[in-house]
């Protein structure tokens, strides 16, 4: 509490528990995301909390890093849209007018206008109506709809990546086949990540299908994963080997971070570029129009 003074109401919390009788993780439940909370649950409950919560503060650490740089980069190009939001404010208001006080007609402005904001009420629409469907999906298919969109998809990929095969590697090593890592997982609370892929691992146990066939299945299950339980080894060396890949997920992970964040701000240029010579075309077509027509 004296090193963290921002964070002495959640150490009250923990500490309070901790008294109690409950379990470190105990305490975190509500504080942290469900996700999180279940990954430093199995970690408390089979011993590797301290790696854990090592993990997860290198991943927080670096994402608050990569938060930081990533408003460094938006910065300028930001204040470059605004900038241009408000000449194509003064245009409405002020350069139209004039144009049509001299009589140049501004057909053509008003056509961008028009295809302009249709197609924003477009897209709007658009948006809307995926983000309702997205919120109606169940919790598995939203994560594979995640990652398979376009740029950030693969962000996603590698992170649900990650914290598989890390909760895996932890199963694993304790001596779980994949039934018991089934029953294991039924205690979840209902509508988490991990009670899912309990649930859909009991469905592919019960109808005879293939373990395998459930990791191709989605997006976010590591193919390599097949490989290592294909081996035949001890489960509890594939586990130590799935923490070595789990680990090498992290590190692409965050790799892949900073290189979108370093494509952010070239993307952000190009269309910055391409909204100048919409607002000159905006500006010049209406006056060659009508010097044409002279």
Request: charged share 20%; net charge positive; proline share 3%.
């Amino acid at each position: 509490m004296i090193f963290f003074p921002k964070q002495s109401k959640i150490c009250r919390i923990i500490q309070k528990k901790i008294e109690m009788g409950n379990t470190f993780c105990s305490g975190l439940e509500g504080l942290v995301n469900q996700d999180t909370y279940n990954q430093l649950l199995i970690a408390e409950r089979f011993g590797f909390l301290p790696r854990s919560l090592k993990q997860i503060g290198s991943l927080r650490e670096k994402g608050e890093e990569q938060r930081r740089k990533l408003v460094g980069v938006l910065l300028y190009p930001v204040m470059l849209l605004i900038m241009l939001g408000g000449l194509s404010i003064a245009m409405h208001f002020l350069w139209q007018p004039q144009m049509t006080d001299l009589g140049i007609k501004s057909t053509s402005a008003n056509q961008y206008n028009i295809w302009g904001s249709l197609g924003l009420t477009i897209t709007f629409v658009g948006i809307c109506h995926e983000a309702r469907r997205y919120s109606k999906l169940p919790v598995l298919k939203k994560r594979q709809k995640l990652c398979k969109l376009p740029v950030i998809g693969s962000l996603f990929r590698e992170y649900y990546a990650y914290y598989i095969t890390f909760n895996l590697a932890i199963l694993l090593k304790e001596g779980m086949n994949i039934k018991e890592i089934y029953f294991f997982l039924k205690n979840f609370k209902k509508d988490t990540f991990l009670y899912e892929i309990g649930r859909e691992l009991g469905n592919t146990l019960e109808s005879g299908n293939d373990i395998y066939e459930l990791i191709a299945k989605y997006e976010f299950f590591p193919s390599e994963i097949s490989l290592f339980l294909q081996k035949g080894k001890v489960l509890s060396l594939v586990g130590e080997e799935l923490f070595f890949f789990s680990e090498m997920i992290y590190k692409r992970l965050t790799l892949q971070i900073n290189r979108l964040i370093e494509m952010v701000q070239p993307i952000l240029f190009i269309i910055i570029a391409v909204i100048i010579v919409v607002t000159y075309l905006r500006m010049l077509t209406p006056i060659y129009s009508n010097l044409g027509g002279a």
